[in-house]
């Protein structure tokens, strides 16, 4: 992830390097001896295996920096990359739903959706998405991008995750970084990313189930301040939802962050994109309550939105120190703030949610001192109201030490890269898939994570 960050240092020589280094050239292989899953609380989970395609069992792998999201015929899919030049990887679990009796390491490693033979240097960040209707062939279309070097790569699948076929070149060049992709129907999805000339916010659209993109519009007006002094979040569409959109179009949000205004030198405050036409038009609204420290930089990894089923928004982010919340009920026009979500630990990061029918589910990383050992987290808001978190559930321990959110500026503390992710199937039960230290915590290296949830409370089936 080079994001905002790139702009400020500037140059061709910086830009190769970030290439390169800063999204991450392919890590070397990372040994762990958990060679079965573990428990910990009311979740299964394990270092998923990356050796052989069609196997399932915990193991290694080399990923770091993953996506996950859960089917509407509940077919789990995890991706994470192994850095440009490395590829992405990719594992799956058919009609793998949570609750008693999951296990996290039973996903079959499914090979690399964004394959490098013939295809350049794929491998840099990963997002995915599944379609929200059957396609021609009766399954969930399943999308996964990733950057590839110069451009965007989207591979599609529509035998979920069995095999697919990798697109290289979906838009970006000269440059791109940290895309982001969400789908709509049966065929359609909306591709956005940071063109790293300008840190403008590209949307590409495609309705032809990811074969081709094209550009259809800049989620912030080119002429405003914002659009090239911003950190983007991830993208997000209304797939149930259509009133108040454009006849036969969608809703669709693009998060990001930036200065509260143009004099701004610190990107203080959080905003939304909203589109109401499938993606071609956006009005950028902002939550007025995330500028509650008015001198807070908001530029941590990663401002993040969820919809839910009855199309109210959440969205989180982070000031380094704790999360923050706020719900709309109106398409982003007014908000509902929360308030840091919870006292403890002291270090909050990386927050990820899903709404659903029935409350909403949080991840973060935290720690109780910025250098000290970090675990993911797991809170729960069971009413969907802006104050109804509940105390945050510590799970696995995943990183020793400080973290560096300098993109290709750290010299260490990247074992956790940017992001991770957590959805729910349609039983309620979440699934996380995490960054983890290698070979183990306080390893310099990286490994990417799975954990199901096994018990406890679920919440409900998403978007």
């Not at 008693?100 to 394959?115: D, V």
């Not at 923050?324 to 990061?349: K, L, R, Y």
Request: charged share 10%; proline share 4%.
């Amino acid at each position: 992830m080079l994001s905002s960050r790139w702009v400020a240092l500037g140059g061709s020589v910086v830009l190769l390097a970030g290439l390169l280094f800063g999204l991450g050239a392919a890590r070397p292989h990372a040994r762990h001896g958990l060679a079965a899953a573990a428990t910990s609380g009311t979740f299964s989970f394990g270092q998923i295996s990356s050796a052989v395609a069609g196997s399932s069992g915990c193991g290694t792998n080399q990923d770091g920096e993953p996506t996950a999201h859960v089917s509407a015929a509940n077919n789990v899919f995890v991706g994470s990359e192994r850095g440009l030049g490395g590829g992405s990887d990719g594992w799956r679990g058919i009609g793998q739903a949570g609750g008693s009796g999951a296990q996290a390491c039973s996903i079959q490693y499914a090979g690399q959706p964004n394959g490098v033979a013939g295809f350049g240097a794929s491998g840099g960040d990963i997002d995915s998405a599944w379609a929200s209707a059957p396609g021609p062939s009766g399954n969930y279309t399943l999308y996964v991008a990733s950057l590839n070097l110069g451009s965007v790569a989207v591979a599609h699948s529509t035998d979920n995750g069995a095999t697919f076929t990798n697109m290289p070149v979906q838009g970006g060049l000269p440059g791109d970084d940290r895309e982001w992709i969400a789908a709509y129907g049966a065929a359609t999805s909306l591709l956005s990313f940071h063109d790293i000339t300008t840190s403008e916010i590209d949307v590409l659209r495609s309705d032809n189930g990811g074969t081709s993109y094209v550009e259809v519009s800049q989620a912030i007006p080119v002429t405003d301040y914002k659009a090239t002094n911003n950190e983007l979040g991830n993208l997000a569409i209304d797939r149930r939802n259509t009133a108040g959109a454009t006849a036969g179009q969608f809703w669709a949000y693009q998060t990001f962050v930036a200065a509260s205004t143009a004099a701004g030198t610190a990107y203080n405050e959080a905003f939304l994109a909203v589109s109401n036409d499938g993606g071609s038009t956006w009005t950028d609204r902002p939550i007025p309550c995330s500028t509650a420290g008015a001198n807070t930089n908001l530029n941590h990894n990663f401002p993040n939105v969820s919809v839910a089923p009855n199309g109210n928004l959440w969205y989180a982010w982070s000031d380094d120190t704790r999360i923050f919340t706020a719900t709309s009920a109106d398409h982003g026009v007014t908000w509902t703030c929360s308030g840091a979500v919870s006292s403890s630990p002291s270090n909050q990061i990386f927050p990820w949610l899903v709404a659903t029918s029935n409350g909403v589910d949080l991840v973060f990383y935290g720690a109780n001192g910025a250098n000290s050992t970090w675990y993911v987290y797991f809170a729960q808001n069971p009413t969907s109201t802006a104050t109804g978190w509940s105390s945050a559930l510590q799970l696995m321990p995943v990183h020793a030490g400080a973290v560096c959110e300098g993109g290709i500026s750290c010299t260490g503390g990247r074992q956790l890269l940017d992001d991770f992710a957590v959805d729910t199937d349609q039983q309620g039960w979440a699934h996380i898939a995490y960054s983890h230290d290698a070979p183990d915590v306080g390893g310099a290296g990286t490994f990417t994570g799975y954990a199901v949830q096994t018990g406890g409370t679920p919440a409900g089936y998403p978007n």
